[in-house]
């Protein structure tokens, strides 16, 4: 009987990146259990929850599209991949079903960039900033 592919990162594994991160710890071994449709939720999850910290901490909040300029610009990406698909399908995220592989990679890129800036509020945190 084959495993049931989980679909949802869920609580449990939600904490445990936060714990991870709160901790300063790596949470890319965790990361390797997930799917592409979870890194997404996951990139959406630590997406919510730097929008959060920054309306908590930033006299000038970030929004979601100041965020997401921060990640590697999407053609630059699909062109270092030499993708197949169409270039939309890198933008409107259409190609998780098609080629999860590049996709995942696309999300721990982001993902990177999100888990630098919740090491930043939670360092000003720590130094009371």
Not at 26 to 39: I, T
Not at 68 to 76: C, D, G, L, Q, V
Request: glycine residues 4%; proline residues 5%; neutral net charge.
């Amino acid at each position: 009987m084959l495993k049931k592919q989980q679909r949802k990162i869920g609580l449990l594994n939600r904490a445990k990146i936060m714990e991870r991160i709160v901790l300063g710890q790596d949470v890319d071994e965790l990361m390797k259990s997930f799917s592409a449709p979870q890194l997404q939720e996951l990139r959406s999850f630590l997406l919510d929850e730097v929008v959060y910290l920054s309306r908590e901490m930033d006299e000038t909040p970030r929004t979601v599209s100041a965020i997401k300029e921060m990640f590697e610009p999407i053609p630059n990406y699909y062109y270092r991949q030499d993708c197949r698909e169409p270039l939309e399908a890198c933008y409107n995220e259409t190609c998780l079903a098609s080629n999860p592989g590049c996709f995942s990679r696309k999300m721990h890129g982001q993902i990177a960039v999100l888990l630098k800036l919740l090491h930043q509020y939670l360092q000003n945190q720590e130094n009371g900033e």
